[in-house]
């Protein structure tokens, strides 16, 4: 069965360094998106993106986020200087053309030290 | 902002009773709703969705209800089995441009089943 995947699984990283953090979203799916889930908190959206631009992002999305599709099949979030209160689980998620349901990778669990 | 609400943080049940979650929200925009089951250290795994227009959605064991005047869905499974056991987490879904869709959690509740 068709799945995301995430790489990596966790990132440690200082604060103020940049970091990616990567996505194979289901193959035929055509909308992208990125969660975070601060640990005790809920799943927020941060972005969603189709046709190689950003269609929709929230208030947490701001100037330290950009989000790429840099080839066919990768789909990249980069904090450019992390915070402390970066630190959480980052989901992608995917769905099809016309659908609803959105499929999630693992997560990648940051931790900004 | 509280536009989807899980009261419960978590439940406990007897395998091969009903177990019965709970979810309410506060948005009339939202069109689908969903939920989602997640195991420690995974992603949410898609469970079953229900549109804004119906009342009702049955998949196996899992039933889900939207009462649309109350703004109050549930999901019911029953029987409930140990493997059950992960957080549910209700999920509202707002349209976007372009159909694309943005969703909305609750915190979640812990579902145990004992055996």
């Known amino acids: 069965e068709p799945e995301v995947t995430q790489t990596p699984s966790h990132q440690v990283t200082q604060m103020g360094q940049e970091v990616i953090l990567r996505c194979v979203p289901i193959s035929n799916h055509l909308y992208f998106y990125w969660y975070r889930q601060i640990l005790g908190q809920k799943v927020e959206f941060l972005v969603s993106f189709y046709n190689n631009e950003i269609s929709e992002k929230s208030e947490i999305f701001d100037d330290q986020f950009s989000v790429e599709r840099p080839d066919g099949s990768n789909f990249t979030l980069k904090i450019r200087s992390t915070k402390l209160e970066d630190s959480a689980m980052y989901f992608c998620a995917s769905t099809g053309q016309g659908g609803y349901e959105q499929y999630f990778g693992p997560g990648t669990r940051l931790t900004v030290t | 902002d509280q536009q989807v609400k899980q009261n419960s943080p978590s439940l406990s049940v007897q395998e091969g009773r009903i177990s019965i979650l709970n979810c309410d929200y506060t948005n009339s925009m939202f069109d689908y709703f969903l939920w989602y089951k997640k195991y420690p250290a995974e992603g949410p795994t898609f469970l079953i969705s229900?549109?804004?227009?119906?009342d009702k959605n049955e998949d196996g064991r899992f039933t889900v209800f939207l009462n649309k005047s109350a703004k109050h869905l549930s999901l019911h499974i029953v029987p409930s089995q140990p493997g059950d056991s992960a957080v549910y987490f209700c999920?509202?879904?707002?349209?976007?441009?372009?159909?694309?869709?943005?969703?909305?959690f609750g915190k979640g509740t812990l579902l145990t089943v004992n055996p």
């Open positions: 229900i549109s804004s227009i119906k």
């Open positions: 999920a509202a879904s707002e349209y976007l441009a372009g159909s694309n869709y943005k969703l909305t």
